[in-house]
């Protein structure tokens, strides 16, 4: 079975660099570009890291948000955007995770975004933490609300 | 079809063709599709298009499986869906008899298609799988064992209801404790399912056939033969039928009856004593054309009956040959003439607020003689006795205190249900069982036993001498 995905993954490849490629052009108005070098790194460690995760994704709509969303914070500079864009990676997937896949991927971008704006004001380091305190607080939500209830799929902590 | 050659990696493939018996009958497209690469029927270049068709159908059902709200999810949960995928494409594929057919399908007809039809057929075999249900509920047999009630009426519907054809097509989800006697644990899913439903629909027709009185009596034969309750063991109650019916015609009995005489049996056994195993072979073989014919059986009953054949006559043979045919030749095993009546009745159990109530006040008590003498003015019935105990309401020595109290008959009775498994073996008397170094979990059956061995050897023999008259289809606890 792991043999398949990995040529899944080899012959999506091709198509996921053209699609965040073709995103320089929204992003070179805040300086931000992305060279097909960087794109081919990222990806390779996004997928260390989704490995690392034991997680499969087969689309790449949650990198392309990240370009999208945190292209526009006045916290990211090109020198440390790559480098970013894979620390990001990285604290989504762990996220998704520790949250059992309870929180949709947009609400999740969307809620780094925030944290990262205001609580951290750019730190990443910050907002792995801030995240970190999140997600046990998540869980400990979702532990009494079972033990309360029962299983309850459709809970989901207000953010 | 075709010669044999070594391909580059010098395996051996069949030119010209592949065999169906050689393809794995779980993950049948993958293997089919590594066979016709190794045959030259498909290209490195198709088989990648091919896997990337089921990848698009994979993420797309991440998508749905996620309700559009994530495009990742753990790699257990993407395998189970890939899985999934793969078993309603193989219930497609499999449906063709040559496997050249089946891939002429996968390079030229839109993968989606086969996918789709591949469904339809899983569909549609859950179908036929809720039909058979109902058919095997109506027809059910009147007999007191567990595993065959529970996973009729609980463990199959359980199934029906949690069955998932998009994204568990592959899971058989129950847990049928039931054997039959034959199984075929290779499929998986909604066939392995139809196919138990199936076989357990002949097997329950078969018993029908016969009068339910004798069914219940074997049963109870059997029970005794094998020295435990037969209510709570696995066993199949069709092989123990057909068996049974077959030695019936052996001993010249009718075809349409279960019951072995003593007599019988011992004609039986002078018989096969003295027979080779090929010789066992054909008079059992006679057996079943004739119990088949007497019985006017349908085509497909009498398949699955030639298909246990030789499993009866391996039994046959081996118990010939060790002289132990009793264990599978059932005779009417009479009750002891001394067997006692124990009372058991179920409706003059304690309410449970009234137990609650007295274990409450039993806990309560300061010393264990208070205790004791509390329990036995008030506990008259045997389950209630049972549920006191399993409730953990006494302590060490106060369990002691309480077996003393108790007379050889109580002791007996508990006896039978805490040495159920040393009982099994006829040469165990309960002294010898008491030298033997067994670990009981339960509190008040390790302080059962202690105090046992504590006592003199007249006692014991007395409390053994009950336990060997009491039979276990008395003392129904479940």
């Given at each position: 079975?792991?043999?398949?995905?990995?040529?899944?993954?080899?012959?999506?490849?091709?198509?996921?660099?053209?699609?965040?490629?073709?995103?320089?052009?929204?992003?070179?108005?805040?300086?931000?570009?992305?060279?097909?070098?960087?794109?081919?790194?990222?990806?390779?460690?996004r997928s260390q890291v989704l490995y690392g995760y034991g997680r499969v994704e087969l689309g790449i709509e949650v990198t392309k948000e990240f370009i999208e969303e945190f292209s526009k914070s006045s916290f990211i500079q090109q020198e440390n955007y790559v480098d970013a864009l894979n620390e990001l990676h990285e604290i989504f997937y762990y996220l998704k995770n520790e949250t059992e896949d309870k929180i949709g991927d947009m609400k999740l971008v969307h809620k780094m975004k925030e944290v990262f704006e205001n609580d951290c004001e750019g730190s990443l380091d910050l907002l792995k933490s801030r995240l970190e305190e999140y997600a046990e607080e998540f869980r400990r939500q979702l532990m009494k609300e079972s033990f309360l209830e029962g299983e309850d799929e459709n809970w989901d902590l207000k953010i | 079809m075709g010669s044999e050659n070594l391909n580059e990696k010098g395996e051996l493939y069949i030119q010209g063709g592949i065999r169906k018996s050689q393809l794995h009958r779980n993950q049948y497209t993958i293997s089919l599709m590594n066979a016709g690469l190794r045959a030259g029927f498909l290209s490195s270049h198709e088989m990648l298009r091919i896997q990337n068709v089921f990848m698009q159908i994979l993420q797309e059902l991440i998508n749905r499986y996620t309700q559009g709200e994530s495009t990742s999810v753990t790699t257990e949960t993407a395998e189970n869906i890939l899985t999934s995928i793969m078993y309603a494409s193989d219930a497609y594929l499999y449906s063709f008899d040559e496997p050249e057919k089946a891939l002429t399908y996968l390079k030229t007809i839109d993968v989606r298609r086969i996918y789709e039809r591949g469904v339809e057929k899983v569909s549609q075999c859950f179908i036929e799988t809720k039909q058979l249900y109902k058919e095997i509920m109506a027809n059910k047999l009147e007999i007191p064992v567990v595993a065959y009630n529970m996973t009729i009426d609980e463990s199959l519907p359980v199934f029906l209801r949690k069955y998932g054809i998009i994204f568990d097509a592959h899971n058989t989800m129950a847990s049928i404790d039931y054997p039959l006697a034959i199984d075929d644990m290779q499929l998986q899913g909604v066939f392995y399912m139809k196919q138990y439903m199936e076989r357990l629909k002949m097997e329950t027709e078969f018993c029908s056939l016969f009068d339910q009185k004798e069914l219940l009596e074997l049963l109870v034969h059997y029970g005794r033969e094998c020295r435990f309750n037969y209510r709570i063991e696995l066993f199949n109650i069709y092989e123990l039928m057909l068996n049974n019916a077959i030695f019936s015609i052996l001993s010249g009995g009718e075809g349409d009856e279960v019951r072995i005489s003593e007599s019988q049996y011992k004609r039986l056994e002078q018989q096969f004593m003295s027979l080779t195993e090929s010789q066992i072979r054909s008079v059992i073989s006679d057996a079943m054309i004739s119990l088949q014919q007497k019985l006017a059986l349908h085509s497909q009953l009498k398949e699955y009956m030639n298909g246990y054949k030789e499993n009866l006559v391996q039994r046959v043979a081996n118990a010939a040959k060790h002289n132990s045919l009793r264990t599978i030749i059932i005779t009417e095993r009479e009750e002891g003439s001394k067997s006692l009546v124990l009372k058991f009745t179920e409706k003059d159990r304690m309410s449970d607020i009234q137990l609650r109530k007295l274990l409450h006040q039993i806990m309560a008590c300061k010393r264990k003689e208070e205790k004791v003498k509390l329990i036995l003015s008030n506990f008259q019935f045997f389950h209630d006795y049972l549920d006191m105990l399993e409730s953990d309401c006494l302590y060490g020595d106060e369990y002691v205190a309480l077996f003393h109290a108790f007379g050889d008959m109580e002791l007996a009775i508990l006896g039978k249900i805490v040495f159920y498994e040393e009982l099994r073996s006829e040469t165990l008397d309960l002294s010898s069982i008491l030298l033997l170094e067994n670990e009981h979990q339960i509190e008040w059956q390790l302080r059962f036993v202690q105090c046992l061995q504590q006592m003199n050897r007249e006692r014991i023999q007395a409390i053994g001498n009950y336990m060997n008259e009491m039979e276990f289809e008395q003392m129904n606890f479940y």
């Open positions: 079975m792991s043999r398949i995905f990995n040529s899944l993954y080899v012959s999506m490849q091709e198509e996921h660099l053209t699609e965040i490629l073709d995103l320089n052009e929204k992003t070179q108005e805040y300086g931000l570009v992305l060279t097909l070098k960087d794109v081919q790194c990222m990806i390779a460690a | -």
